[in-house]
């Protein structure tokens, strides 16, 4: 039987946090070093926490050192657990649904691979009470950089299952080209879905392997991994 493993983005792909995350990283350098920011200066879709945090430090001049780092860090998670239920966010339509399936089958495995760090995954993702899906996942805190967070995933795959993932039965779902490109990056086949940010035009411009406006029918997502 082949077995397929899923690796999930987070926000604009199982659920939007109603621009909780946003607030918390604007709000997170005043917490932290008592200097505002301008996020909308950053192009934070797809992105990682790590790297966005580095654009607001040059944005404000701050070096970006661990010390620094671990401070917005710190500052960023204490923010998002004060804004998540202060806003109207939700889990998408049919995603429950999916990974209610995905974790009854015996040939699919659910996991993460998510720009957030891991504890701002944590955070988010128990609030709509979905955490508990995920065994392991790939995250901010492995690497600012998107495209190294696919070999860490697989490495946790075969840790955590003992087995081996071919490329061709790993599937990257995302909102973003970023995450096909993650994709891309370990040859693995991508699942892009337009509940984030990025409109269809834009998502099949980076020629994913499959393309939803939704996860609302959760049968034709499994069409593709087939019976």
């Known amino acids: 039987m082949k077995k397929y493993l899923l690796l999930w983005d987070i926000d604009g792909t199982l ?10 990283m604007a709000q ?9 920011s301008d996020l909308s200066k950053v192009d934070f879709r797809g992105r990682t926490d790590t790297w966005i945090g580095m654009q607001l430090f040059k944005q404000l001049g701050l070096e970006p050192t661990p010390e620094h780092l671990h401070e917005f860090h710190e500052a960023y998670l204490s923010c998002l657990k004060e804004q998540l239920p202060l806003n109207h966010g939700k889990i998408f339509p049919g995603i429950l649904e999916i990974l209610e399936q995905a974790a009854n089958r015996e040939n699919c495995v659910n996991a993460l691979l998510t720009g957030n760090l891991a504890r701002g995954a944590e955070l988010k993702l128990s609030h709509y009470s979905v955490w508990h899906y995920f065994e392991f996942g790939a995250f901010s805190d492995d690497s600012p950089v998107r495209n190294e967070l696919g070999p860490v995933a697989l490495k946790r795959a075969l840790e955590k299952t003992g087995q081996p993932f071919s490329p061709e ?59």
Do not use: M
């Open 169 to 227: 039965n790993v599937y990257i779902i995302g909102d973003t080209p970023h995450d096909i490109a993650c994709g891309k990056a370990i040859g693995a086949k991508t699942i892009s879905v337009a509940t984030g940010g990025y409109s269809k035009e834009e998502l099949l411009g980076h020629e994913p392997t499959a393309y939803f406006d939704d996860f609302s029918h959760p049968e034709k997502f499994f069409e593709l991994l087939g019976r």
């Open 28 to 36: 997170s350098t005043e917490r932290a070093f008592g200097i505002k």
């Open 15 to 24: 659920v939007t946090t109603g621009k909780a995350g946003e607030i918390a």
